[in-house]
Each structure stands twice: as C-alpha cells, then as structure tokens.
C-alpha cells in the first residue's frame, strides 16, 4: 500500500507561483514513479510531471514545460511540483500519484497509476 498526502495548493494571480508537496508513505512508494496530474471542470484528468525515486529521472506534459518543475527529498519522502508563471488555464485540482510497479519508465497515462492522493485545488485569477 502507498499514501500520498498532497498540499500547498491555493489562489494565486496570474504570473505567480505556487508550490505543490506530496508526503508518500508505505513500504513500496520508491519502487514507483511519482506523478503529479490534474483537473479542470469538465476535463479530463492530465499528466502535469513525473519523477522517478530512483535516478530522479523528470517527464514533464507539454503545457508545462519550462514553467514547471517536479524534485523530490529522500529524506522527507516528499515530492514537490514548483509552479512558476502561472496562467489562468493551469487553474485545476491537482493529484499526487504512484505509478504501479509494472509501469513503463517515465508513465503520463493515468491508468498507470493505481495510488492517488485526495487532490488539492489551484486557482489561478486573470
């Protein structure tokens, strides 16, 4: 079993940042790429970013590139998803995920996923 417990989330002005964090817990959450994704209304659910705890190899989706940027601490056992130039479009929920153990390297399918957090909503205003 593995829990994801996400934070950080809120309402920022366009242009702002924000910093998303993903405590994981259980005794296989390393053996798995975590991914953060998200949601808008009436959308479907998007692959934002993903990390692998081995290597710290990042896969980032295209609307995100060069804005943000996914790392993780060992030590914490914490992911982070930093969200710089934020547009309104980014506005969703966003869940923290754990890849199942028999995934591909670098997964952005949701259905690779079997671990989800509760999810934590990202508001961005024009």
């Known amino acids: 079993q593995v829990q994801l417990d996400e934070s950080g989330g809120g309402l920022v002005q366009a242009g702002g940042s924000l910093r998303l964090s993903c405590l994981a817990s259980?005794?296989?959450?390393?053996?798995?790429?975590t991914g953060w994704f998200r949601q808008a209304p009436g959308r479907e659910r998007e692959f934002v970013a993903g990390?692998?705890?081995?290597?710290?190899?990042?896969y980032y989706g295209d609307s995100v590139k060069g804005r943000f940027t996914i790392s993780r601490d060992n030590a914490k056992n914490t992911v982070y998803l930093q969200m710089n130039s934020l547009k309104p479009e980014d506005t969703a929920v966003y869940y923290c995920?754990?890849?199942?153990?028999?995934?591909?390297?670098?997964?952005?399918?949701?259905?690779?996923?079997?671990?989800w957090g509760q999810g934590t909503q990202v508001t961005v205003s024009s």
């Open positions: 995920a754990a890849a199942r153990l028999s995934s591909t390297l670098y997964p952005k399918n949701s259905e690779e996923y079997d671990y």
């Open positions: 259980g005794r296989t959450f390393r053996s798995r790429p």
């Open positions: 990390i692998t705890w081995i290597g710290g190899s990042t």
